[in-house]
């Protein structure tokens, strides 16, 4: 199994960046994919997650500003990440999994994980 997440740069307050997760060596639409970020001095944070079936949820610290979608074909998950704000600024991991879990933004529930792709927002 393996997730390579890419997308990530230096963006302005009020940016856009699309982050991807590129999967390889499973079988992808049987699986959940997760996003999750991680900020310095702080604990891993679930984003967004997609099912399998497509059914998504956000953190609220992000709805109304991210939307997580897949395409099957490609093998990629995309995160949409619109109105960034400096508070947003972290590594931010994709994750896969096909266990069944009451709430993905939890990172128990992922088995495997990319390596990451850094977001700063600042001006």
């Known amino acids: 199994v393996q997730l390579q997440a890419s997308g990530g740069g230096l963006v302005q307050p009020g940016g856009s960046l699309r982050l991807s997760c590129r999967a390889s060596?499973?079988?992808?639409?049987?699986?959940?994919i997760g996003w999750f970020r991680q900020a310095p001095g702080k604990e891993r944070e679930g984003i967004s997650y997609?099912?399998?079936?497509?059914?998504?949820d956000l953190a609220s610290s992000v709805k109304g500003r991210f939307t997580i979608s897949r395409d099957n074909a490609k093998n990629t998950v995309s995160l949409e990440m619109n109105n960034l704000k400096p508070e947003d600024t972290a590594v931010y991991y994709c994750?896969?999994?096909?266990?069944?879990?009451?709430?993905?933004?939890?990172?128990?529930?992922?088995?495997?994980w990319g390596q990451g792709t850094l977001v700063t927002v600042s001006s």
């Open positions: 994750a896969s999994t096909r266990r069944g879990c009451s709430n993905y933004l939890h990172a128990v529930c992922f088995t495997s």
């Open positions: 060596g499973f079988t992808f639409d049987e699986y959940t």
């Open positions: 997609i099912t399998k079936r497509g059914d998504t």
